[in-house]
Nanobody
Framework: QVQLVESGGGLVQPGGSLRLSCVAS????????MAWYRQAPGKQRELVAR???????LYADSVKARFTISRDNAKNTVYLQMDNLKPEDTGVYYC?????WGLGTQVTVSS
């Protein structure tokens, strides 16, 4: 059973940056699509970014040109670099692989 463990969340001022990391246990990491989702208070969970095994990426319109998803297959890790953060980026960020979810990491953007 694969496990996903996120880290890197925190409190940051508007305009600041954070880098989230997600480490996956088990083998075969490189063949899987990995994704980041987020859930703001009172809202549904939404896709933030996705990266395919070959490196193709997809972003939500709200984060394009500000967030970058990447992966290091040698480390079984997927990253989310978040720049120019806005208060509306606040929420719990979850790592996803298929039907497996991490526990999430809180991101709060506030002055």
């Amino acid at each position: 059973q694969v496990q996903l463990v996120e880290s890197g969340g925190g409190l940051v001022q508007p305009g600041g940056s954070l880098r989230l990391s997600c480490v996956a246990s088990g083998s075969g990491f490189s063949i899987y699509v990995m994704a980041w989702y987020r859930q703001a208070p009172g809202k549904q969970r939404e896709l933030v970014a996705r990266i395919h095994s070959g490196g193709t990426t997809l972003y939500a319109d709200s984060v394009k040109a500000r967030f970058t998803i990447s992966r290091d297959n040698a480390k079984n890790t997927v990253y989310l670099q978040m720049d120019n953060l806005k208060p509306e980026d606040t929420g719990v960020y979850y790592c996803n692989r298929g039907v497996t979810w991490g526990l999430g990491t809180q991101v709060t953007v506030s002055s």
